[in-house]
């Protein structure tokens, strides 16, 4: 019997492979009738914080529009979604949710917002595919 994925988390920064990422994760949720989480993480480092502070609450907002805009999509499919913005290192956070929280599988673009381009992953999608302890579907 195949391993249907009921709880599907969906690191998400807006760029075009979270964005395709996020479509493939509705279609796998709908046929499973899972739900989704649609995580931010703002990278934050205390060697950072008084430059970062006074964009924080403008970078707060844009977070909060586009990841409102990603579960609105997964609410037009008749899933449920919920959002949740992180603040740290990426993918040591991504990774202290999964061991908190319960997911069947992470669904991820290949890079994010980097200009870096080439064959290889993503420094997150790598550290996520690395160390997870659920399935990590990379979409390209």
Known sequence: MAKTFTNILVPFDNSENSKRAL???VALAKLSRGTLTVV???SYHNAMAKIIQPYKGKMISHVKK???DAKHSAFKEGLLASQKI???NPSEEILKLLKKEKFDMIVMGRRGTTKITGPSLGSVSNALVQNSKVPVLIIN
């Open 23 to 25: 479509s493939n994760a």
């Open 40 to 42: 931010h993480v703002i």
């Open 66 to 68: 586009f990841l409102k």
């Open 86 to 88: 992180l603040y740290g």
